[in-house]
């Protein structure tokens, strides 16, 4: 294998967040505990330095760009799902400054462990050998096994830290698991090439292959059958923690997922069709059923999880039969990350001075102590339930038309009433905000927060408002990366 500069340019913003995850941990090593802000800003800048980076590399590569030996891939996937994860990252680490102040959570740590975390992601994303694919896999989730276990004063976070260590170790053996049985058959690991031998091979082999493989794909969707961790983990977690589990890494899965299925596997496209009905409708049945009887916040929006990864399922198994399928997809989980990020962050703003405010009791008349916060979450809500003009509204319907034109009307008719059952605990939360008198114990707490917070929340609230009154733009982004 040989290098030259351009391996090492299409790889640039994975090399420049390595570097200065290194060099940031080396000069907080130094830094007395009143210049640890210091830190936080250096993990900002570098996560809009490779946003930058990443941003001059689209359009360069018209065609699927091979680095490393064919390891490595740079295309318009890859770049607009890696400006995604930088931009939820760096919106994540900005809403968790201040909780993780008043929890006195090591705040050096924290964001060095996400900014390794981040840097998984990307690789994750461009990886192109199941090899690769592995590796950013353990490095995306190895820091956030820690990250969940940091609030030491909690006991509900260690034990989810707990549980989420140990499935996620299960899942990485099924995964690492279904890989070597696809090395077995194909006598090689990278995608296009145990793509083009699998179209010849589809014996019991390959299907039992693609059964682990998936399961360790699911598992990091939190998809039915393997969404057991996801409201112990979002509920335990430090709230900053969950809003940073349930962004950016959604959007890494579902790159990956989508160049194994559509790049590795399409010889066995029947049959993971097949698999990902059953799993996107058990997830939105699943999701939206639980989450109906969820009275704490976090739980009922780890369960509103499940139901949305179904729906972004839909549009990968429409795929290989509409022209929609994929980039609705993308769209879908775009927009499912930006107002999931709005909503954690919301409830990371309630909870001041050490008391976690994630009960729905906690919500009531929360127009009466904060009209704005009430207006940005019944924003953010409206968007998740798919009320129009929201952008949640035209990434369901993107979805719908998709199914639709792949000729599984019977799946979109689902698909519309599981949404229906949701919008029941969406609209329940803001009737609590509006109609609802405050509890006592709260009623008179000013609800305090920084110009810097409100502005990020603000901006959070508000884009999703825009990109559904002009949501043209957004959609044809996603449809370009998928292309």
């Known amino acids: 294998m040989s290098f030259d500069l351009s391996q090492f340019t299409a790889a640039l913003p994975e090399i420049f967040i390595l570097s200065m ?3 940031i941990l080396m000069i907080d090593a130094f830094l007395s505990v009143r210049f640890r802000t210091v830190t936080f800003l250096l993990v900002l800048a570098t996560l809009a330095s490779a946003f930058i980076l990443t941003l001059c590399q689209f359009g360069a590569y018209s065609t699927l760009a091979m680095r490393f030996g064919g390891h490595y891939v740079v295309d318009d996937l890859a770049v607009i799902s890696k400006l995604f994860v930088y931009m939820f ?3 994540a680490f900005v809403y968790a400054r201040e909780y993780i102040e008043a929890r006195k959570i090591p705040a050096s740590e924290y964001y060095l462990l996400g900014l390794f975390s981040v840097l998984g992601m990307s690789i994750m994303i461009s990886a192109y050998s199941f090899l690769t694919i592995y590796l950013g896999l353990e490095l995306l989730s ?11 004063k909690s006991s509900h976070a260690t034990e989810a830290a707990m549980k989420y260590f140990v499935l996620g170790a299960l899942a990485s053996g099924m995964l690492l698991y279904g890989i070597s049985i696809l090395y077995g058959v194909t006598g090689n690991i990278q995608l296009n090439t145990v793509g083009e031998v699998l179209k010849s091979h589809q014996e019991f082999v390959s299907v039992a292959a693609l059964i682990f493989v998936m399961a360790g794909l699911i598992f990091k969707f939190g998809a039915v059958p393997f969404h057991m961790w996801v409201p112990d983990v979002y509920q ?3 709230t900053p923690t969950t809003l940073f589990i349930a962004s950016a890494p959604k959007v890494a899965a579902f790159a990956i997922t989508l160049r194994i299925l559509v790049q590795a596997m399409p010889g066995l496209e029947t049959y993971w069709v097949q698999m ?3 799993i996107s409708v058990l997830s939105m049945l699943t999701g939206n059923l639980l989450a109906i009887a969820q009275t704490n916040i976090k739980r009922m929006l780890a369960y509103s999880s499940i139901a949305h990864i179904g729906y972004t399922l839909l549009g990968i198994l429409a795929g290989p039969n509409s022209s929609l399928g994929y980039s609705a997809a993308m769209f879908y989980i775009a927009t499912y990350v930006l107002v999931a990020a709005g909503a954690f962050a919301i409830i990371t703003i309630m909870s001041r001075d050490g008391v976690e405010l994630d009960k729905l009791d906690d919500y009531r008349g929360l127009n009466a102590r904060n009209p704005w916060l009430a207006f940005m979450m019944m924003l953010l809500l409206f968007s998740m339930a798919g009320v129009p003009p929201m952008v949640g509204f035209f990434a369901k319907l993107g979805l719908l038309e998709a199914l639709v034109e792949a ?6 008719v689902l698909a519309l009433i599981f949404a229906l059952i949701g919008v029941y605990y969406y609209l329940r939360v803001v009737m609590l905000m509006y109609f609802e008198e405050p509890v006592e114990a709260v009623a008179n707490t000013p609800i305090v927060v920084s110009s810097s ?4 929340i603000s901006l959070n609230g508000v884009a999703a408002l825009l990109l559904g009154l002009l949501p043209s733009f957004f959609i044809d982004i996603c449809r370009i990366s998928v292309s």
């Open 21 to 23: 995850a290194c060099i």
């Open 89 to 91: 990252a760096f919106f």
């Open 142 to 152: 190895l820091p956030l096994y820690a990250m969940v276990a940091m609030n030491r």
């Open 236 to 238: 335990g977690a430090a």
């Open 276 to 278: 990902l009905i059953v």
């Open 407 to 412: 000729k599984l009307v019977w799946l979109a």
């Open 453 to 456: 917070m409100m502005a990020a």
